[in-house]
Each structure stands twice: as structure tokens, then as C-alpha cells.
């Protein structure tokens, strides 16, 4: 069973940087997408990005001048940086396995436990 | 950054079903494949729908899916206490750049 473990740094001080690993345990790294999402106390979900196999990363054009994600498939590891964060960030942050490649096209199949990251000064 | 539209609530009594609607546009779900996460309380979401109708193993054939052309639905027969949660609509927009929209969310209630 594949699973996703997910830790980071879960209190950060505004325009500090949040960063957050997700790791790939019982199950391959290559042929698959890593994304994130996001969901704010009380709110929905959001999409921050995803890092594809190809190598390509796509973002919510929301975040996008604040985020970077890189992997190290040797270690079966991704990650998510986001600078500058604010209370607006706050928000509990899962990682998740993606594919989308034809004709399958699961979508987001393996969700990590998720980890609160909380804002303030 | 464009958002699939639900209602916020929906609820029924244990052994009916209930139907949640989730709305989008041309670029979205008009040419993208339709998720459905369900989100237990207190738990990580979890992939319901995958592809328009289509079930993972595991995801009872209570739950069903289908797609019209802008909109999608998610109807959930037999209801049960365990099904009490959030749930999600996703879809790939292509507006200007690709990307991830998720649905409004609807929370169902079993009265």
C-alpha cells in the first residue's frame, strides 16, 4: 500500500519561508505526478501545484510567483517551498500522487496526512 | 483563479440519496475530465471519481458520477452515517495557463 508521509516546519513568522517534504513509501516515484493542496481553516480546497514526471511543474497562477517544487527521485522525495508567506497562508497542506496520463487518468490517487502550518508573528 | 461551483450543503436521511451538483465552464470541465474527493472530518481527502464515472476499487457502487457538458454530478444512494463529509469537484482549466481548479466543496449531512 502506497503512502505518503508529509513533515515541515509547522509555525513560521510572516515573509519567513515555508518548506515541506512529502516522501514515497511502498511504491514507485517515477511515472507519476506530486502535487500539493491546500485548505485553510474552515475553507476549501486549493490547488498550489504539481511537479510532473517529465520534470515540468505547473502552479495555481495565484501562487505562482511565490512557489517553487523540486523532487529527489533517488530518494522518493518532493518538495514545496513558498516565500513570503502571511496569515493567509495558513492552512493544513497535503501532498498527493498524481496521474493524469492517458487512458487511465486517475487523478490524485494517494493523499499524505496533511500538516497544519500556522502563521503569525 | 476560476473555481467549480457546488452548493454548500446537502442532506438526507439515512437510506436515500442525495445529488450534488458541480458546475464549471467551457475550459474546464467542458473539455477536462471530472474528479470527486470525498473528505471525511478531520481526515485527508480521498479520491472518490475518477475520469467522469469511473470508481477506484474500494469506493462502494453507491457512488456514482456522470458529466453533461459544462456540469457534473455526484449522487450517493443508500445513504449512510459513514458517508457524513466534504465533497469536492476537480477538473484541469485551460484558461490562459493549465491548471487545477477544485470545486466550492459541499458538505452532506446524514439527518
Known amino acids: 500500500q502506497v503512502q505518503l508521509k508529509q513533515w515541515g516546519a509547522r509555525v513560521l513568522r510572516p515573509s519567513e519561508t515555508l518548506s515541506l517534504t512529502c516522501a514515497v513509501d511502498g511504491g514507485p516515484f517515477s511515472g507519476f505526478s506530486w502535487d500539493w493542496i491546500r485548505q485553510p481553516p474552515g475553507g476549501g480546497l486549493e490547488w498550489i501545484g504539481e511537479f510532473q514526471d517529465s520534470g515540468k511543474t505547473k502552479y495555481n497562477p495565484s501562487l505562482k510567483s511565490r512557489v517553487t517544487m523540486s523532487v529527489d527521485a533517488s530518494r522518493g522525495q518532493f518538495f514545496l517551498n513558498l516565500t513570503s508567506v502571511t496569515a493567509a497562508d495558513t492552512a493544513v497542506y497535503y501532498c498527493a500522487r498524481a496521474d493524469y496520463s492517458a487512458p487511465e487518468a486517475y487523478g490524485m490517487d494517494v493523499w499524505g496526512q496533511g500538516t497544519t502550518i500556522t502563521v503569525s508573528s | 483563479q476560476p473555481v467549480l461551483t457546488q452548493p454548500p450543503s446537502a442532506s438526507e436521511i439515512p437510506g436515500q440519496s442525495v445529488t450534488i451538483s458541480c458546475s464549471g465552464t467551457?475550459?474546464?470541465?467542458?473539455?477536462?475530465?471530472v474528479y470527486w474527493y470525498q473528505q471525511l472530518p478531520g481526515k485527508a481527502p480521498r479520491l472518490l471519481i475518477y475520469r467522469n464515472n469511473q470508481r477506484p476499487s474500494g469506493v462502494p457502487d453507491r457512488f456514482s458520477a456522470s458529466k453533461a457538458v459544462t456540469s457534473a454530478s455526484l449522487a450517493i444512494s443508500g445513504l449512510r452515517s459513514e458517508d457524513e463529509g466534504d465533497y469536492y469537484c476537480?477538473?484541469?482549466?485551460?484558461?490562459?495557463?493549465?491548471?487545477?481548479?477544485f470545486g466550492t466543496g459541499t458538505k452532506v449531512t446524514v439527518l
Open positions: 476537480a477538473a484541469w482549466d485551460d484558461t490562459l495557463t493549465t491548471s487545477c481548479v
Open positions: 467551457p475550459s474546464n470541465i467542458g473539455k477536462n475530465y
